[in-house]
């Protein structure tokens, strides 16, 4: 069996091809589907993702947040300075480094992540009606394996690939 990032085990130009668009389409569907589900006075896509982030990952530096968002760190300082100034979030000092700062997640942010959580898995678990468990299963296994080796063959030491922590969620 070949090694991961074995050249010899790559794929077509064809193939990358389908599935960056398969993968685009979905990406699309699954934004216009979390929209039929906002509400009013809802934050933004960015600040919803970064509610849902913080409210998973837990306290974490700003950069992180930069990166799994996939922003440079003005617009992530603008949008933390934002869902701070609504109570949503907090700065604190980074315990393993007093230069630093770790952001958290209020009452409040925390209240809001779980009710933008549950009506995602809900968009979600009413767009998927015709399939059965074994089969959406099997797509999240094929999902994680492609996930897996995308992240791995991109890792890199320089400070635009995200670290493994950030890519979870």
């Known amino acids: 069996m070949a090694e991961l990032g074995d050249p010899s085990m790559s794929v077509s130009e064809s193939t990358a091809d389908e ?22 006075g809802d934050p933004g896509p960015a600040a919803q993702m970064t509610l849902l982030f913080l409210r998973r990952q837990g306290p974490s530096r700003a950069k992180e947040l930069a990166l799994w968002l996939g922003i440079d760190k003005a617009p992530a300082s603008r949008l933390v300075a934002d869902l701070e100034a609504k109570g949503l979030l907090r700065r604190e000092t980074d315990p393993d480094d007093a230069r630093s700062q770790r952001l958290s997640l209020t009452e409040d942010g925390v209240e809001l992540a779980l009710q933008l959580r549950a009506r995602r898995v809900e968009v979600v678990r009413s767009s998927l009606t015709g399939l059965d468990d074994a089969t959406v299963h099997a797509t999240v296994a094929a999902m994680e394996e492609l996930m897996t080796t995308i992240q791995q063959n991109l890792s890199g030491d320089d400070d635009r690939t995200p670290p493994s922590r950030a890519l979870r969620g």
């Open 19 to 40: 599935l960056f668009t398969t993968l685009s389409r979905f990406h699309r569907l699954l934004r216009w589907g979390f929209r039929t589900a906002q509400q009013e």
